[in-house]
């Protein structure tokens, strides 16, 4: 038998016990759990912190100390492999973001506008809670700035609608799908 022969059949035969033992099945079974860092949810927490708030109070909050970039200057908390927060220096203050895994947010009552039936909203002026009646849930807080806030709706199929509010007059500035 030549060595060509051997080395295939060694390798199916492996193939076949990890098959056969579910050693496969064990090894990303470990990868679905993962550690979650702090003392709230991405979603909790980007409630709680405010544009003003320090990095060294965000730690606090947070529940660790963030990562700071020399590069950019931004700060980012990991909570996990898939939700963080970020604290970007702005020229008109800071802006604290939440990237936020969309399977956590769907929601089943979310029903997203078209997207011309959108564009009429804004070209209307619509508000916060206007959205909210039309889109039948609340929205997920995932930025703010010292002007406005985000928020983000995702369906049952994971669609994304982010939308954000103007602090002063209460009304959707910008509005995307993601």
Known sequence: MSLKKIGLG???????ICFVTGC????????KTEDVKGNCTVVECIKKIEVTNTKEEIDE???????????SGETTWK?????WI???????GQIVQATIDKESIKDDKVVL??????????????????????????GVVSSKTSSSIGYTWADKNGQRLGATINNETGRCTVASYR
């Open 10 to 16: 060694m390798v199916t035969s492996l193939a076949i």
């Open 24 to 31: 496969g099945e064990e090894k990303r079974e470990e990868n």
């Open 61 to 71: 909050m947070i529940g660790f100390e963030g990562t700071t970039s020399e590069f």
């Open 79 to 83: 909570l996990d492999s898939k939700n």
């Open 86 to 92: 970020t604290l970007k220096p702005g020229t008109s």
């Open 113 to 138: 506008p078209s997207r011309s039936e959108l564009q009429e909203l804004l070209d209307k002026g619509i508000t916060y809670q206007e959205l909210v009646e039309k889109i039948g849930a609340e």
